[in-house]
């Protein structure tokens, strides 16, 4: 091998590890925010009032 191949070859190698990277920090960031829609909905569903049962309301089929 001829040294302007192995510098290809290390560039292409160099190349790929850079695209690793970026992948696993988007995943990373993806994961983040998934993570924080999660507490966001688990802390709304805290704060939302409850169903309360009433025994003035009953089912009705009539319709």
Do not use: R
Not at 12 to 41: F, G, H, R, V, Y
């Amino acid at each position: 091998m001829d040294v302007s191949s192995i510098a290809g070859a290390a560039s292409l190698m160099k190349s790929s590890q850079t695209q690793q990277a970026l992948s696993a920090s988007m995943i990373k960031q993806n994961a983040d925010a998934q993570n924080q829609i999660a507490s966001m909905i688990q802390n709304n569903s805290k704060q939302a009032p409850q169903a309360v049962k009433s025994p003035d309301y009953g089912f009705s089929t009539y319709a």
